[in-house]
C-alpha cells in the first residue's frame, strides 16, 4: 500500500461496514481508517497490502505481536476485504499469502484469522481451511 491508496482503504472500509451485518451498530470514522492506513506505512508491525491490477479491489490490514508470555510473535489479520465484483478470482488468496510472507519475514510462529463479519461465513471459513488454517477457538460477543 502507498498513501495514494489510504483514500481506498477509506472506502473499502465503509463498503465493509456497509455489508457486515455484525458490525454495523458501530459508527464509521474515516479518520480512524486514515490514521491505520498511515500506521501500516510507518510501523513495522503493522501492514496493508493491496491488490490492484486496474483499481484496488481488495485489500489486508494486519499485525505482528509477541504473545503476553513469549517473546515469539503470531500475526493477525484486523480486516481482508475484496469488493463484491471481485470476489472469486483468488485475490483473497494473494492477499493472504502476501500476508504469510510478510509475518515469515519477522520470524512469526503462528497466523490467526478470523471470520467475523458475517459476510459469507461459510464460504470464508472454508476458504482459509484450504489454505491450512485450522479451527481453534471460540470467539463471543455482548452488545451493551
Not at 67 to 72: A, E, L, N, P, V
Not at 104 to 114: A, D, H, I, Q, Y
Amino acid at each position: 500500500m502507498t498513501v495514494e491508496d489510504i483514500p481506498r482503504l477509506i472506502e473499502m472500509g465503509r463498503d465493509f461496514h456497509k455489508e457486515s451485518d455484525q458490525y454495523n451498530l458501530y459508527s464509521f470514522c474515516e479518520e480512524k481508517l486514515w490514521d491505520m492506513g498511515i500506521a501500516a506505512l510507518e510501523e513495522s508491525h503493522q501492514m496493508c497490502i493491496v491488490h490492484d491490477r486496474n483499481g484496488v479491489d481488495g485489500m489486508l490490514y494486519g499485525f505482528a505481536y509477541e504473545q503476553f508470555f513469549s517473546r515469539d510473535m503470531s500475526a493477525s489479520e484486523v480486516f481482508v476485504f475484496v469488493s463484491q465484483d471481485a470476489r472469486g478470482a483468488l485475490i483473497g488468496k494473494r492477499l493472504i499469502k502476501a500476508f504469510e510472507l510478510w509475518a515469515e519475514s519477522l520470524g512469526v510462529k503462528e497466523m490467526r484469522v478470523g471470520v467475523s463479519a458475517g459476510i459469507t461465513t461459510e464460504r470464508t471459513v472454508g476458504f482459509y481451511e484450504k489454505l491450512g488454517y485450522d479451527y481453534n477457538s471460540t470467539m463471543l460477543k455482548k452488545v451493551l
